[in-house]
Structure formats: structure tokens, C-alpha cells
């Protein structure tokens, strides 16, 4: 490393309470020292020749020399260790000062290891599990050399159509807050200062959950009331949580791209939120304000960017090609320039960057980091609880060991589809299928049919599933959607099971045998019109690494589900998007309608003429293999002034002949306000496991942030009036109470 940093470093100090304004002091007295040039390239991200391209690709550019003249402060999506430490060897050796430079992937649910998808994980609705998954993923990209994850996706969404909603934590923003402050806790840790954790990025900054249409990229048209209620809860709480750093989104909001959005990154990031650290733009999205009609060129693109407050620009290149000429015609100034150099560095040095710039990875220590059995154990437990059932007649499941299984569907051997999206560093060789899994515990009791591709039939297939499901107790059918139809620019017009697949079902149950479907996906699907034919279903998500171990674990009994929703799952495409927290109308449709002697009363009602309004399975829904009761909900202060919290308790039996787990759900309703109010509202949950005739008894604390919201004056803030409160195992729960804030 050059000598004027290992001076520098003499004076200060890489962690304690004054960590930040230390880290000041030195990214200030270095800037000194820095030309302009050199300023731009700390805030330039590149991504090399052999790193995964994750966008559109643009003009081929000389990495080395870039690295070489000080002009690049991150590279993104390297896949070695050996390749980032000798890069990096670059950067401290060739350039002038020896900046290291910060590397970034896209750690999303794991990086070697692989845990669920984050939907998935976060129908575990396990705060503590969620960010220990986050804290084992971070030691694995820290041993690779990797600093820096474009993760949490804090984006609400209630559309299925996106793909992206496999990144994130469903429909609410009270449970999506939650997990993602957990996953940014994870990330970190205490301190950044251990070289096993890694800077978290809250993404995408802002209101990327709602593109129009449920297409990717799309815009976004919402008004502010809507965003601050529905949408930036879980931003804050991921801010709150210490996440260091910051994504802007592709969309648009209020007309204008997120990237040059002023009073996103300024006004409400920075000002009012008091985010501290850098902020990057996604894949090329500042240059892409052109196609958005914003700006003419990549000039102008940077100069709205720049004045925006965005400090780091992903891949395109403008800031680097015209930020020098921006400053001589007074658009920006070198001041705004050091403001956004310094976040960066100080970044750089609260990872211990500048100490030691090969702290993170090394090869050796890469190869003794990976697939370690904590956690690939870990991974398997959160693959347990992340499933979902959602059917089960007559108990099918759990399956007895003595039975003969017909195990059918493309997926049956998939590892890809384990996996599902984001996976750079995957190894599909390390992953356990479905078929290993059935091997290993139903020996010698299962017989493979693929049955059909994933979106095709194959010659002869259904007929040889057909004849495995008639020489069989039991027929398994592995549907859904492959890994690879999840997660970015994979936007779907449909999400009902492909016709092949539909076919394949209604053959095999035709056999007589009873039918568990496991269902692969990333995304909710709408399975009213093959649901009739399932016995069993059980939503396995893509559950990573150990899905297929898992997968078994909870088929053969091992493990009882414990999975509960984050999304409700349609009936039909036309019910798009659909929420259990949405508004009541006017004209509400009630249950006493449609009364079948008055067909009539059905119209003039905000309602579907042939379809109902509600989703065939509801947010918070799961079944186990034993049976939950909840009673004794009691609010134990009914009248409270404002400011005052609210306690509530309830009970939670097993009553079934199976040990268990279940979520205890809080959900509420402000019945009359200054503005519309969602029907109901979680506000607060519990993970509960009791053995068979075990109670435990709930006590939920309702804070006034809780019972706040976007008032008419825009202000977030509680007020007076009554309260319904529900408790229960999803969003229909029917054990119900009141309360009155004075």
C-alpha cells in the first residue's frame, strides 16, 4: 500500500464511538491529496469481462487501465478469489494513492451455501433465523473478497406476475420492516470492522414493488399518502437498522426516474430519513434516464444524477465521461463532487479497507469458509420451515415410510430449480434434489417419472407417469415454475400452471391414486382451476442448497410444516393484484352477499361477477400436520389515551397428536380515520412450537408507531378512535376484540 495512507492510518483508529467522524477526518484529508478524476472513479463501478453482466451491455471498457489511473472505486459480480485479489493487488500497487477498491455481489440468499429464496424464508416468519441465513451468507462472500451485497430488496409488492417478489418479503410492510432490518443486522453485525461482515444495501430505493402491470422496469404511479403507508416502512427499518448503503430503483416516481429523483435521495433519503452513508444506482439506470425521456444524452443524465445526491453510478460510465465538463459549465460544483468521494471512502474505511486491503478473501481462506456443516444444517432448517402446505385431505401428509411413491414432474432432478434466482456462486454438483432427498429417506421405495418439461410435453412421458402412479401407493408430482423463471426480467403475463403440466396432473390423478403436488416457485400462482386435483399441496418455494434433504424432511414427518404466507395466492390471473391489508370501498361486498335467492343484490357491490373477491389461499395461511386453537383474546387496557400502548393476550393451544409450530398472528382495524384504512393490518406475530397438548399463552404489545399512519396533513401520526383486533393463524382470523384510543 502506499506510504500516505499507512501514515494516515497511524493516527486513527478502524472502530470505537467516534468511528465515523475519524472516518471523516481521513476520507477529508485524502480527498486533499486527490485529483478529480480520481473523485470520479471512487464513484464508478465497473463490472469486468468475466463477471456476470446482470443488464444491458454497453461499450467494452479497459478495466485494467482504468484501475491502473485511479478511476474505479468498485467492480461488481468478480467471481474468484483469485481474480479479486489480484485486481485489488492492482489497485494498491499500480494506481497512484492505492485506494482499494470495494467489491459488490449479489449476495441475496446466500452465496456458496444457498438458502431459500427470500420470499420463501420469509414465510418462515422467523425474525432470528432470517438474519442468521444473512450473518452465514455474509462470512462466505467475505472469504471470497466480496465487502458489499445489493441486499435487502425491501420492496413491497402484492403482484405475483413480477418476478422480482422472490427477492423480497411479500405483501406487508410490517413483516417486510422486520426482516429486513433482520437481514441488514445480518449482513453488518456489530461491526463492520470484522472482516466477516459486509456492507448491506437497501434496494430498490424507491417503490420498485408496484411496476404497472407487474412488468418489470415498469413505471410506477402512486400518490405520496400510498408510498409512505404501504411501501416505505421497510426502507426506514432497514435504514434505522445501520444498513450503510443504498440502491435507487429502475422506475419512475412522480414522472421522475429514481436515479435523478431529487426528493428521493435528498429531500426524503438523506434530509428527512438522515441516511449517512453512499447511495448506488441499479444496472446502468442513470444513462437509461434517456429512454425515460428525461434527459437527451448521457451528459445530461449524469448532471440529474449528480444533482440528485447519487454518489455512485453502476457500470455506465457518464460520471467519469462528462462530470469534469459538468463542473466547468457550473451545473455541479467540486464541493457536491467531495460530498459524494467522502461517503464512499468512509465506507471503504469503516470496512478496514485502507488498513488492510486484502482482508477480505484469499483463497486459502475462501476453501475453508465454504459449505461448512453449520451451515449447510442451517440452510436445511430454513428450508423446513419455509414451506408452505396448503392442502391436505384426509391427512395425506405425512407420507408413511412403508409406502411405494410414483415421484413425477420436471423437477423431480432439478438442482437449478433448487436454487432459484441469484446464485453467481453456485455449484449444482453441492445441491441435494428432490430425488436425492426421496432416495435417502424412502430407500428402494420410489420410482422416477419426468412426466413433461417444464413448459412441454415429452413423447411418451405422461403415459410413462401414468404407469409409475398405478404401481404406486402414492403419486408425488414435482410442478410449478424452474429457477430460472424468478427474480429479475422475468415478468409473466400468467401465473397459472403451464398446460402441459395441467395435462400431466389431471392424468395421473385420473389413475385413482391420491396426488401431493410439490410446488416449485419463486412467485405465487393462481391454482383454482387444477386445485380440485391435488390431495395434498405443499409450496416448497426454491429451497436451496439442502432443498432436497429438506423437501423430504417434511414429506416423510420428520418435520412438520410450519410455513404460513406472505402472499396471497389468486384463484385466477384477473384477480392481480390482490392484498389481504386492501381498502374497503363504498359499496363494499360483504359476506351476506351474494344471497343466492337474491342474485340481484350482487351487483352495484364492488365485487367480480364470476369470481369471488377473495384469494384462494390467504396472506398468513398454513396448515401443519397438528392443529392449533386460539381463545382468551383479551385487550387488558380497552381505553387508552393517545401516546398509551395497547396489550393484548390470547392463548394458543395444540390440540392435535403432533408437536408443532405455528405463527400467531395480531392483525387490527382503525375503523373510522382522517384517511381510508386497510380492512386489517398485522401489527405484530409470534413463531410458537408446542408439543402435542402444549398452550402457551400470547401477549402482544401494540406501540403507538404501530397504531400510526399517514394522517390527512401528511403527517405520520396516531389518533383517537376504536379499534377492531383479530388473533390467529392468517389474515381471516375470527377471534376478535375492540379498543378505544381517547
Known amino acids: 500500500m502506499k506510504k500516505t ?24 484529508d485524502l480527498m486533499s491529496r486527490m485529483t478529480l478524476r480520481e473523485k470520479l472513479g471512487q464513484m464508478s463501478q465497473f463490472v469486468t469481462t468475466t463477471g456476470d453482466v446482470t443488464g444491458p451491455e454497453g461499450e467494452p471498457m479497459d478495466i485494467n487501465s482504468l484501475i491502473r489511473a485511479g478511476e474505479v472505486g468498485s467492480i461488481l459480480n468478480v467471481k474468484t478469489p483469485e481474480e479479486i485479489e489480484a485486481l485489488q493487488r492492482l489497485a494498491v500497487d499500480s494506481s497512484r494513492l492505492g485506494i482499494p477498491i470495494l467489491f459488490g455481489h449479489d449476495i441475496i440468499h446466500g452465496c456458496k451455501v444457498l438458502f431459500p429464496i427470500n ?11 432470517v438474519k442468521e441465513s444473512a450473518r452465514l451468507a455474509a462470512a462466505e462472500a467475505a472469504a471470497m473478497g466480496v465487502a458489499w451485497t445489493f441486499s435487502p430488496m425491501c420492496d413491497v409488492s402484492a403482484d405475483p406476475r413480477w418476478g422480482r417478489v422472490s427477492e423480497g418479503s411479500g405483501e406487508d410492510p410490517y413483516l417486510g420492516a422486520k426482516l429486513s ?7 453488518q453485525g456489530k461491526d463492520l470492522a470484522d472482516s466477516s461482515t459486509i456492507l448491506a444495501c437497501v434496494k430498490h430505493f424507491a417503490a420498485y414493488g408496484a411496476p404497472e402491470a407487474g412488468r418489470d422496469y415498469n413505471t410506477v404511479d402512486m400518490s405520496e399518502r400510498m408510498f409512505r403507508d404501504r411501501y416505505l416502512p421497510p426502507y426506514v427499518a432497514a435504514l434505522k437498522a445501520g444498513a450503510a448503503t443504498a440502491m435507487t430503483s429502475f422506475n419512475d416516481y412522480e414522472a421522475i426516474p429514481a436515479s435523478g429523483n431529487r426528493w428521493l435521495l435528498k429531500e426524503l433519503l438523506r434530509d428527512e430519513l438522515g441516511f449517512e452513508g453512499f447511495v448506488v444506482s441499479d444496472y446502468r439506470a442513470i444513462t437509461e434516464m434517456i429512454a425515460h425521456g428525461v434527459a437527451a444524452d448521457d451528459k445530461e443524465a449524469a448532471a440529474l444524477a449528480l444533482k440528485a445526491w447519487l454518489d455512485m453510478e453502476m457500470v455506465s460510465g457518464s460520471y467519469l465521461n462528462h462530470a469534469e465538463a459538468l463542473i466547468e459549465e457550473g451545473v455541479i460544483s467540486e464541493k457536491d463532487i467531495d460530498r459524494m468521494c467522502r461517503n464512499i471512502l468512509v465506507a471503504k474505511y469503516n470496512l478496514g479497507l485502507f488498513e488492510d486491503p486484502f482482508r477480505y478473501g484469499g483463497a486459502e481462506r475462501f476453501a475453508k469458509a465454504i459449505y461448512k456443516k453449520e451451515t449447510r444444517d442451517f440452510a436445511r432448517k430454513v428450508a423446513q420451515e419455509s414451506m408452505v402446505l396448503l392442502k391436505n385431505e384426509d391427512s395425506l401428509l405425512p407420507l408413511d415410510s412403508g409406502e411405494k411413491i410414483a415421484l413425477i414432474g420436471p423437477f423431480v432432478s432439478s438442482s437449478r430449480s433448487m436454487l432459484g434466482s441469484w446464485t453467481a456462486f453456485r455449484d449444482y454438483d453441492s445441491t441435494a434434489v428432490i430425488k436425492e432427498g426421496f432416495d435417502s429417506r424412502f430407500p428402494g421405495r420410489v420410482t422416477v417419472a419426468e412426466g413433461c418439461a417444464p413448459f412441454e410435453d415429452i413423447n411418451g412421458g405422461i403415459a410413462q407417469a401414468v404407469r409409475a402412479a398405478r404401481n404406486a401407493d402414492v403419486a408425488v408430482l414435482t410442478l410449478g415454475y424452474p429457477g430460472e423463471l424468478s427474480g429479475e426480467a422475468t415478468s409473466m403475463a400468467s401465473v397459472e400452471l403451464p398446460e402441459c403440466q395441467k395435462k400431466l396432473l389431471a392424468a395421473v390423478k385420473a389413475t385413482g391414486k391420491p396426488v401431493v403436488v410439490l410446488l416449485t416457485t419463486g412467485r405465487p400462482m393462481a391454482l383454482e382451476s387444477v386445485i380440485d386435483d391435488m390431495d395434498a399441496l405443499l409450496v416448497v418455494w426454491h429451497p436451496g442448497t439442502e432443498g432436497g434433504h429438506a423437501i423430504a424432511d417434511v414429506v416423510s414427518g420428520d418435520v412438520s410444516p410450519s410455513g404460513h404466507l406472505t402472499m396471497c395466492f389468486p384463484r385466477c390471473d384477473g384477480q ?8 374497503n370501498t363504498g359499496r363494499p361486498l360483504t359476506k351476506a352477499h351474494p344471497d343466492p335467492e337474491k342474485p340481484w343484490a350482487k351487483y352495484y357491490k364492488s365485487c367480480y361477477l364470476n369470481t369471488p373477491n377473495t384469494p384462494l389461499y390467504p396472506f398468513g395461511y398454513g396448515l401443519s400436520y397438528t392443529t392449533f386453537e386460539f381463545d382468551s383474546l383479551t385487550v387488558v387496557n380497552p381505553q387508552v389515551a393517545m401516546g398509551e400502548d395497547v396489550v393484548i393476550k390470547a392463548r394458543v393451544r395444540n390440540v392435535g397428536d403432533r408437536d408443532g409450530a405455528t405463527v400467531a398472528q395480531l392483525y387490527i382495524r382503525d375503523l373510522v380515520a382522517s384517511t381510508t384504512r386497510p380492512v386489517r393490518e398485522l401489527k405484530g406475530f409470534e413463531r410458537i412450537e408446542l408439543k402435542s397438548g402444549e398452550s402457551a399463552e400470547l401477549e402482544f404489545v ?13 403527517k405520520f401520526a396516531q389518533e383517537p378512535g376504536d379499534f377492531k383486533v383479530w388473533v390467529g393463524q392468517d389474515s381471516d382470523a375470527t377471534l376478535e376484540a375492540q379498543f378505544t384510543v381517547l
Open 5 to 28: 495512507i499507512i501514515v494516515l492510518l497511524a493516527a486513527v483508529s478502524l472502530c470505537g464511538c467516534c468511528c465515523r467522524s475519524e472516518a471523516e477526518r481521513f476520507a477529508d
Open 119 to 129: 420470499l420463501a424464508s420469509s414465510c418462515s416468519w422467523n425474525v432470528e433465523a
Open 181 to 187: 432490518a433482520a437481514m441488514v443486522e445480518g449482513y
Open 576 to 583: 392481480i393484484p390482490i392484498r389481504y391489508n386492501h381498502k
Open 702 to 714: 401494540l406501540t403507538v408507531e404501530d397504531m400510526a399512519f399517514c394522517r390527512e396533513d401528511m
